[in-house]
């Protein structure tokens, strides 16, 4: 008898240990009964290429890029969605049946619906965001709060050169704060983002004066590892609502698994459960 070949998927980074995203996709693999597997892969920058170049072969369907890869996936790529080029980097691959390979960016994506799913009376366009942050993550969320609406984003950067690149790059809905200024900015935000790690277990403590929070605007934060950080905390104390960065995680993943697997999967409390074992 005939045995269909098993479908494999992984993340590839470096460091990779700590990623939760096996637990994740491995929760979906079995409780919707699909054999296949999902497996961490440490991967150095100068084997990244070789490494695409065999997994199809050992069928692999495709693959997660986690940091420090992805801007040389979106690089080695041979198709690019246009919002992986806006973001200029690539957090999944798809590895297709004609060879090539297929690099797509669903961070702002699992960004966004984290918000919609957490926050359901959140209206992005009622006005400003502040973004904390100017790195990958806050490329792919000012992109994605862009696409949503949202009139004008304050950034805000410890090094003020790397905020005004995406100025020039997102164009004039972008507005940079001094890094000693962003505190100020969170009195006229209804959105408060922070994308940097400060805060998150390891990490320098996000320092930023948080008394001009105004009740009732959104507060979220991509840092998971704590599930509460002291932004989130001094957000509740003043009234806000808060959204924590697991969200994020889950919901970037259900696009990836549905172009591997052939099947959607839902984020609910089960899926929260899995990705903190």
Known sequence: ???????????????????????????????LGIPGYY???????????????????????????TVPHKELALELADLVTDRATLIGAANTLI????????????????????????????????????????????RAIIASLLDIGVPEILLSNRTRVRAE???????????????????????EAVTVVNTTSLGMLGKPPLRVPLDGLRRGSLVTDI???????????????????????LGMLLHQAVPAFERWFGVRPTVDSATRAAALR
């Not at 005939?2 to 079995?30: D, E, N, T, Y």
């Not at 997102?170 to 507005?175: D, H």
């Not at 998971?224 to 806000?240: N, Q, V």
Request: aromatic share 6%.
């Open 39 to 65: 497996i961490p892969m440490d991967v150095a920058a100068d084997d990244l290429a070789d490494v695409l170049k065999t997994l199809p072969k050992m069928g692999f369907v495709g693959v997660n890029i």
């Open 165 to 187: 690149a995406l100025q020039s790059e997102f164009g004039k809905r972008i507005q940079v704060v001094d890094w000693v200024q962003a505190g100020n900015m969170l009195e």
């Open 223 to 245: 840092v998971y590892a704590p599930l509460k950080t002291r932004l989130l905390i001094e957000a509740e104390k003043a009234g806000c609502v808060t959204v924590d960065g």
């Open 95 to 138: 590895f297709r049946k004609d060879g090539k390979i297929h690099a797509d960016n669903t961070d702002g994506y699992g960004f966004i619906q984290n918000l919609r799913q957490n926050a359901p009376g959140w209206d992005p366009k009622s006005g400003p965001a502040a973004v904390l942050g100017a790195g990958g993550a806050a």
């Open 1 to 31: 008898m005939s045995h269909a070949k098993i479908p494999l998927a992984g993340v590839i980074g470096s460091p990779i240990a700590h990623s939760k995203s096996p637990q994740l996709h491995g929760h979906w693999l079995k409780t």
